[in-house]
């Protein structure tokens, strides 16, 4: 068990670029959730995964976001036409099904966008 | 809607004290209230869950509280070290699926 793995870890893109963000959960755990998290603030949920059914988006995705996790195992985020409030640390997590569903995180992917 | 404070932002104790740092929520009816634990750019680390019908957890040196008439958690770190001083969330789990965070708190240990 090599925990979850982020990549990359820092990713600096100019305005209007499209980024994609990679995450490799803990192997034997169905569910994948990705965060958002601000300076300050806690991380804010953006989607969740049960295997490769994406079955929750939050309203803060919006339609320059989309993820996908292929056949249940990695997932990416990718965000089109990136724009500077898009900067923030891009967190992934994963948890086994069934529950009580405590979640494992990355070290995260700090996006920077000038 | 849906609040959940943690509280104040910071909080700095002596070594080899208690800290207790407490959550608040409103309108929720989490199933889980669950506590973790974020050093400087990484991510988050679990801690401890507790449920709704539980009282309180502990795990060594940490003891969770779960109050679900004053919608409130106290989490209690004993005999506190310099290496626990971190930001600890708060985080709710109404439906099993995702987790709501409160903003955190930063405890700072000092020897």
């Known amino acids: 068990d090599t925990g979850v793995s982020q990549d990359p870890r820092h990713k600096i893109t100019k305005r209007g670029q499209n980024v994609t963000f990679r995450c490799d959960p803990i192997?034997?755990?169905?569910?994948l959730y990705w965060y958002r998290q601000t300076l300050g603030q806690g991380p804010e949920f953006l989607t969740y995964f049960q295997n490769e059914a994406q079955l929750e988006k939050s309203r803060l995705l919006s339609d320059r976001f989309s993820a996908e996790r292929p056949k249940g195992s990695f997932s990416t985020l990718e965000i089109q036409r990136t724009e500077q409030g898009d900067s923030a640390m891009y967190l992934c997590?994963?948890?086994?099904?069934?529950?009580?569903?405590?979640?494992?995180f990355g070290p995260g992917t700090r996006l920077t966008v000038t | 809607s849906q609040k959940i404070e943690q509280n104040s932002e910071a909080l700095n104790i002596q070594e080899g004290k208690t800290a207790t740092l407490t959550c608040n929520y409103t309108n929720y009816s989490p199933a889980y209230l669950q506590w973790y634990r974020q050093d400087p750019g990484r991510g988050p680390v679990f801690l401890l869950l507790i449920r709704e019908n539980e009282k309180e957890k502990r795990k060594e040196r940490l003891k969770v509280t779960f109050d679900t008439t004053l919608k409130q958690s106290l989490f209690h770190i004993t005999a506190s070290q310099p290496a626990d001083s971190a930001t600890y969330l708060c985080a709710l789990d109404p439906r099993a699926r995702q987790l709501t965070f409160g903003s955190g708190t930063q405890l700072t240990v000092l020897p």
């Open positions: 997590a994963s948890s086994p099904d069934p529950g009580p569903y405590e979640q494992y």
């Open positions: 192997s034997e755990h169905n569910r």
